[in-house]
């Protein structure tokens, strides 16, 4: 592949102290901010819906075949 994409989803490695918002295996929505990733933060959507600013070692970045990443950027929309 010769461009870069940003991983739009991630699995949940760690829920220690955020069992309500995390799911350790669950795949997550990741919401680009170049922000919070300088300070080693990953924006992800929770279990709630809304997304929330998260310590990035508590995932791991997964790239989905493109057909499989629309279908479920489109299903996590409102």
Aim: net charge negative.
């Amino acid at each position: 592949m010769s461009e870069t994409r940003a991983a739009c989803f991630a699995v949940c490695l760690d829920s220690e102290g955020y069992e309500a918002s995390l799911e350790v295996g669950k795949l997550c929505r990741v919401v680009p901010d170049e922000e919070a990733a300088a300070h080693g933060y990953a924006r992800v959507v929770d279990e709630s819906g809304e997304d929330y600013a998260f310590s990035s070692n508590r995932f791991y970045a997964v790239e989905l075949p493109l057909t499989a990443e629309r279908i479920l950027l489109a299903a996590s929309r409102p």
